[in-house]
């Protein structure tokens, strides 16, 4: 990446930062905002026990609609800071966390399925060094393989590991495509794959296939 | 806890109106200022038990706000409020002085049991 491309990135990201910002202003508005309406009916209900049922409902459906704008503004946030430092440390579970919750919406449009494994006890500390930009990259092109190659009703479980003593990302299929010899073909016809090696690269590490698994293990060293 | 005497200090009017009104409920008294020079004026002449702080406000933050009710020993507790990537303030404040920092949008029952636990933590500090 030369010096400009990486300002350019640095502008998107310190833009997007502040918007989520405001975003998250708005948000406080509309949650207090709805809770007055919450309090006042609590101590004022309608005459009409339908009508409050349904502005009980309509209420309910804000507060759950304002904790999706949350997590969202939240994890957008997260992503907008990225190129705040070149070289940043990060644990693996919680970056594989914060990418697939970046995916989730193309995921949705394909009807797979996005999950992040429980980080395991004795995998506490996976931290790896390097630029946020190009890790959270390179996981994001890891499950876009996984969404062009996979049908419908698959899964793509991430789980943080470590695989002879590197620490990795084990990115695993499951569903009607579980050969692991057609799924790594259907992998290499992606652009999003030549892509993930680039990636991989420029951080230091390598894309591998699963041994007698269907999927790829992001190894970061 | 209608004992409790509260400023509410944001620059997002909407917010802290909606907000003042659901602790008036609660039985809390509370005032609202949208600036930092207004909250200064009203400490200058009322006693708040706790400031609940904007940390970014056009004019004067609310660190410096936070600065000058340090200089001027103003007995109030402080609560400040941050966004998602103002998390280093918060902590900031707490380093100056700042009972504890609390993220938007806020839960409300969590804000009145921070600023209960400020109110008596300050009262004892001050007796």
Not at chain 1, 15 to 21: W, Y
Not at chain 1, 58 to 86: C, W, Y
Not at chain 1, 150 to 175: F, M, N
Not at chain 2, 50 to 79: C, F, H, W, Y
């Amino acid at each position: 990446m030369t010096e400009l491309q990486g300002k350019d990135v640095e502008f998107f990201g310190k833009i997007t930062a502040s918007m989520t910002h405001e975003f998250k202003n708005v948000l406080a508005i509309i949650k207090e905002s709805a809770g007055l309406m919450e309090d006042i009916t609590k101590i004022a209900p309608l005459s009409d026990s339908r009508h409050q049922e349904k502005l009980d409902n309509a209420l309910k459906t804000i507060k759950n609609q304002l904790n999706r704008g949350m997590e969202l503004s939240t994890v957008f946030n997260r992503f907008a800071h990225a190129p705040d430092k070149s070289i940043a440390e990060v644990n693996l579970h919680q970056l594989a966390g914060q990418v697939v919750k970046l995916s989730e919406r193309f995921a949705r449009l394909k009807r797979i399925r996005l999950e992040v494994a429980p980080e395991s006890q004795s995998d506490t500390s996976l931290n790896v060094t390097g630029s946020l930009v190009w890790l959270q990259m390179a996981v994001y092109l890891a499950i876009e393989c996984g969404l062009n190659s996979l049908p419908a009703e698959s899964v793509i479980t991430l789980t943080s590991e470590s695989h002879e003593g590197k620490k990795c990302i084990r990115v695993q299929c499951t569903g009607e495509a579980s050969d692991p010899a057609q799924l790594a073909e259907a992998f290499k016809d992606n652009s999003s794959w030549v892509e993930l090696e680039k990636a991989m690269q420029a951080l230091g590490g390598i894309a591998g296939w699963l041994d007698n698994a269907p999927g790829v293990r992001l190894i970061f060293g | 806890m209608s004992n409790l005497k509260v400023l509410l200090v944001d620059d997002e009017e909407e917010f802290v109106s909606a907000l003042a009104e659901r602790l008036d409920i609660r039985g809390i008294e509370t005032r609202v200022a949208t600036d930092g020079e207004q909250a200064l004026e009203m400490i200058e002449t009322e006693f708040f038990d706790v400031v609940v702080l904007d940390v970014i406000m056009p004019g004067i933050s609310g660190l410096e706000v936070l600065q000058r009710l340090n200089e001027k020993k103003t007995a109030s507790a402080v609560i400040l409020l941050t966004g998602h990537g103002s998390t280093k303030e918060g902590l900031e404040g707490m380093r100056m002085g700042a009972f504890d920092y609390l993220m938007k949008p806020l839960d409300i029952d969590e804000l009145i049991a921070k600023m209960k636990e400020a109110a008596s933590t300050n009262r004892t500090k001050q007796e």
